[in-house]
């Protein structure tokens, strides 16, 4: 089996069809360590009443629970979204040792933050999969506004 990044993107996409079935904003994640998903999640805000329930936090939080650490290093996580503020800094915290995002988020992405968010060790990689990502984001507030 190809463990690429756009295999585990496609897990983190499928995710994000969870919050879009649920109304919520359709964005997954999924946190791997040596090819095995140790964690994952799709924003419930909407569901659990709650600002801080991002796919990431979610995410995050099964994956320290499995390894029974709040250090999530040797772990990727793959977001078809690029993080906000809160979500980049909890994978900086977390000491996540890699970010795979999809599609970059313009209005509330962690890089139109000037200065550094993520630990200096944590490399990204960004675009797996970024047209189906924004597709399934532009379908869901497409239905928005028709609403």
Not at 57 to 79: H, P, Q, R, W
Not at 93 to 105: C, E, H, I, N, Q
Request: charged share 25%; glycine share 6%.
């Amino acid at each position: 089996m190809n463990f690429s990044d756009e295999y585990f993107m496609k897990l983190a996409l499928k995710e994000a069809t969870y919050a879009f079935e649920e109304d919520e904003i359709p964005v997954g994640a999924i946190v791997v360590a040596g090819n095995r998903i140790i964690g994952k999640g799709y924003n419930q805000t909407e569901k659990l009443k709650d600002v801080t329930a991002h796919a990431e936090m979610i995410a995050i939080t099964a994956a320290a629970n499995y390894l029974g650490s709040k250090f999530l290093e040797d772990c990727t996580i793959y977001v078809t979204l690029e993080p906000c503020l809160m979500c980049a800094s909890a994978i900086m915290w977390a000491r996540v040792s890699r970010l795979v995002f999809g599609a970059y988020d313009a209005k509330a992405g962690y890089t139109l933050t000037q200065g550094r968010v993520l630990h200096p060790k944590t490399e990204v990689t960004h675009g797996i999969l970024k047209d189906e990502c924004g597709l399934l984001l532009t379908e869901f507030f497409k239905e928005k506004r028709e609403k």
